[in-house]
């Protein structure tokens, strides 16, 4: 068996952001030159998100807007973890987003369905951050 | 290290649906002779889910009312995405069910608790669409 | 390839609870021997959760809260599941925060970022019920 470790990182400049990780995923299973097995990428901060949808600005608008009624960001007052932080909705914005996927590999390639791509989600940026990649498999 | 690789396919008359996929998930299974390791199963599609929850028709109809509520499919001019789409709220009630699972595999079974069933959850059918199954180990 | 497996039981005084189960996890994972692969641990109950998340007592408030907004217990009679039963807002409490965690094991530790602590989410106890951990690598 074979595994293969990387992190990558990020700060970008806005609260909340999607970012198109998927060719820099494809790169680490190129790097491992594992053929099967499975690929397990997630958010190593407890404010972000790594998850699987689709690549269209309308739909990530729509994500920003129905996260932001289910978990919103002001008040930062009704939070109880808002003592010193501002960040409570972050918190709850992740865990309707997931922390992580597990992706199969296939003959080398991540196998992904025809419109998967996968997103790493933001949502208290304006700081290094990053995500960890692990790929076991043979 | 032994990999297994398999597609299901459905095609549902509904828009929404829960299908109890566990039977066929325990052939493929069988199928790979694997005894010890990981199952993987998700959703290829951006708009359907694998999940695992109770097989109870009452709770079926809450997951049913509950997403509706969260993520409304109408009006669907309420979502940026739906220009010339109109399943912006498919792509939601995913996100709060997941993608995919992930489930142990002891002793050439599924190592599910008494109560545990796996299902593809439809919330965009009426055309073909197809879930992963990958299983990794020995 | 290496796997192992264990149970953890609990049996939790009121029916919701957040319980760290981080150092439980590492001691499965010194017992099993694996250097580098996968851990998974999931909840074998559908009215419970394995997730991560930080250790802080104000979020943990806000979670219980806003899962109870999202999802609220009362009524019991709002939900079809709720014939001889009253925990339908478990099963979709649990939906939220997810059934299980995939963790990368590096070198012999659990493989988290600094934050990041790993929770069995309770949502309907008084009850003896557990959770899987199965390991697999080399």
Redesign the interface.
């Known amino acids: 068996?074979k595994?293969f470790?990387e992190e990558l990182w990020f700060e970008l400049p806005t609260r909340r952001a999607f970012v198109n990780i998927t060719g820099q995923l494809e790169n680490c299973l190129q790097k491992s030159g594992i053929q099967?097995?499975?690929l397990?990428c997630?958010?190593?901060?407890?404010t972000a998100s790594v998850?699987?949808?689709?690549d269209?600005?309308?739909?990530h608008?729509?994500?920003e807007r129905?996260l932001e009624k289910?978990?919103p960001e002001h008040p930062h007052s009704q939070?109880?973890?808002?003592?010193g932080e501002d960040n409570?909705d972050a918190?709850?914005k992740r865990?309707?987003?997931?922390?992580?996927?597990?992706?199969?590999v296939?003959a080398g390639r991540l196998?992904?369905?025809?419109?998967?791509q996968i997103f790493y989600g933001e949502f208290d940026g304006k700081r290094r951050k990053?995500i960890?990649v692990?790929i076991?498999?043979?």
């Open positions: 068996m595994s470790r099967e097995g499975l397990l997630n958010a190593m901060h407890i998850f699987i949808n689709d269209e600005r309308g739909l608008e729509d994500l129905w289910l978990a939070y109880r973890h808002n003592v409570a918190h709850l865990t309707i987003m997931g922390r992580e996927v597990v992706v199969a296939t196998d992904l369905g025809p419109w998967e990053r960890l692990k076991v498999g043979e």
